[in-house]
């Protein structure tokens, strides 16, 4: 079985409530981006013996948070040494928004694992675009490039949306069993 690691910044706790079904799905272990920005060298060590990689972000002004956007920016050192060449990666995000310009935060994780030489997956769920289709559903928002969730402003982080949580639970899921089939 492969390492899989989910690493995620979230500001309120919805992201990381998608993170853990995200994690449940893949077998993962989680490792959170702090207030601050940083991750500990046991976690860099962490991301560096991993098979695979799910980005985790809440979207804010059309992007990545800050928080997230420091941790990015610091495995420059990993993209020099090529540390995460052929890695596999996947990512999600959330928003309050049902558009909110996730797409956006999608296409740069991407980008983030394209750069460092890595294999992305994408969701592998058709969307659920029927007139009987509900929020319940899996992949409700119809994404194809990661994972898409949305979570009102004001919702509790146990008001997560169900169909979004089965959504992150399948994508892990999907990362991991790709992980293991290019492993053999």
């Known amino acids: 079985m492969s390492k899989v690691i989910v690493i995620y910044h979230s500001g309120y706790g919805h992201t990381e409530r998608l993170a853990e079904a ?30 695979a990689i799910i980005f985790g972000t809440p979207t804010y002004m059309g992007g990545p948070s800050w928080q997230f956007k420091k941790f990015a ?10 540390a995460w060449s052929d890695k596999v990666f996947g990512g999600f995000t959330n928003s309050a928004s049902l558009n909110g310009d996730k ?17 992305w997956v994408s969701l592998g769920n058709l969307p659920a675009n029927t007139k009987t ?6 992949n409700s928002l119809g994404g194809s490039v990661g994972f898409l969730a949305q979570t009102p402003s004001d919702a509790s982080v146990d008001e997560v949306v169900d169909g979004d949580l089965a959504t992150g639970k399948a994508y892990g899921q999907r990362v991991a069993a790709i992980a293991d089939r290019l492993a053999k």
């Not at 920016?73 to 090529?82: C, E, L, P, V, Y």
């Open 133 to 138: 289709s509900t929020r319940s559903d899996v």
């Open 103 to 119: 797409q956006v935060t999608l296409i740069s994780l991407q980008t983030l694992a394209s750069q460092h030489g890595g294999i």
């Open 73 to 82: 920016d610091a495995s420059s050192k990993q993209w020099f040494s090529r």
């Open 22 to 51: 995200v994690a449940q799905g893949a077998g993962a272990e989680l490792i959170a981006i702090d207030a601050e920005g940083n991750i500990s060298e046991a976690q860099w060590a962490a991301l560096a013996a991993a098979d």
